[in-house]
């Protein structure tokens, strides 16, 4: 019996929460003004939110410099595709998980449709339309051909510049190391072994160039 009156007593009930505002009267008419009052306190003030407005920025891409004003919440891939149309990087998943719309930026591999046009700004962009001259295709390119290492295609841009990112820094990477490189492309096809062996054989041609 003792122990039930210590478990009840310890039991906080809505009657107690009022009494704490001093009566349940008082608190029914009080508590509402205050929460009104504070939730008033947190109303946005016209004019009070800086907008971020537009911004100018150069980069170059392909060996070809632009300068153009773009929103902030502009990614570079939209800025490839629709503003300079250089359609080749292709737009997939929009959050980072295939890799179809890799680029190089600075020399390295990003996904375009999670980096933001502005991070772009006075740095080198590198798509697939810049890897050939025009006298001849890149080594990754002309692999990818002889070997077969696409079927629709679609994923194909992506894994080129991931593959050209990984022999730029290394010119003799080992299946494993190719795997490893292209984990953040997927081919919808599962075209995955002519990948590694293209990959392979313009590892080759690229040293005895």
Known sequence: MEKAKKRKSKTFTRRDFLKGFGGGALSATVVPQLLARDIDSLQTKRGNIP?????????????KKFSLVVEPRETLLHVLRERLNLTGTKMMCGRGECGACTVLLDGNPVYSCLCLAVRADGKKVTTVEGLATEEKLHPVQQAFIEKDGYQCGFCTPGFIISSVALLDKNKNP???ETKNALLGNLCRCGN?????????AA???LRRS
């Open 51 to 63: 907008l971020y407005s537009k911004k100018q920025i150069s980069l170059t891409v392909n060996e």
């Open 174 to 176: 080992t299946r494993e």
């Open 192 to 200: 995955y072994s002519k990948i590694y062996e293209a990959v392979a």
């Open 203 to 205: 590892s080759k041609n």
